[in-house]
């Protein structure tokens, strides 16, 4: 998701996140994004991705990482203070396929527990 997601209009917002993810999570995600701004929040910061394996089987991929989410996570949308923080090493899963267009677009994330 780029930093700029939760600023742009709906449509763009589509736009923006049909580019990369699969139309499903696409819609989850903007789903879950009005939600949160109907609840005075937004999504701030930036997170850094430690990427310690790749899986390819065929048109599936599974990218393992160690998410830096430290500097990220949810703010009043009115205030834009903080209100929650990420960990410095969130273990994430991400599910990528490849579309007919022959791009990659994540499928699924998950968030196993433990510790990376």
Known sequence: MTHSLPHLPGE???AELTAVAVERLAATMLQNL???QDQGLTPYGETHARISAVQIDGDRAVVT???DASRS???E???GQPRTVGIARNPVSGTLER???GAWRVARIDYPHGSC
């Open 34 to 36: 009005t939600a949160q």
């Open 73 to 75: 996570g949810q703010a």
């Open 77 to 79: 949308l009115a205030t």
């Open 12 to 14: 763009q917002r589509s």
């Open 65 to 67: 990482d160690c998410q």
């Open 99 to 101: 579309g007919a267009d």
